[in-house]
């Protein structure tokens, strides 16, 4: 019989690319292609400790990739689900162009 398998393992998304750009925000590529630029204002104006730290454009810019996710210095990230969600939900996620196959 065919069908998809019960157990089939889901794919994790992450971020493949990334780069801080002023003022607080994240261009950045996701693993199933899609991308855009994430305005970061919003998340690091909420309080907390974490987020603190990243007010600093110097300090911001020193984004880098652990396993996919985007992490700081002081061990802040953000999940790549949830970035690709709020990208989309405020229309800055651009989704891959279909392939298109010759005939």
Do not use: C
């Amino acid at each position: 019989m065919g069908g998809v398998p019960i157990d089939m393992p889901s794919v994790r998304l992450k971020v493949t690319s990334i780069r801080a750009i002023v003022p607080f925000k994240l261009v950045l590529t996701f693993s199933d292609g899609s991308g855009g630029t994430f305005d970061a204002a919003p998340m690091i104006g909420e309080r907390g400790e974490g987020t603190e730290a990243l007010r600093d454009r110097a300090y911001f810019g020193k984004v880098e990739l652990a396993n996919g996710v985007p992490t700081w210095p002081n061990y802040f990230h953000v999940s790549p689900d949830w970035l690709r969600e709020e990208m989309e939900k405020r229309g800055e996620l651009q989704l891959p162009l279909p392939v298109r196959r010759r005939r």
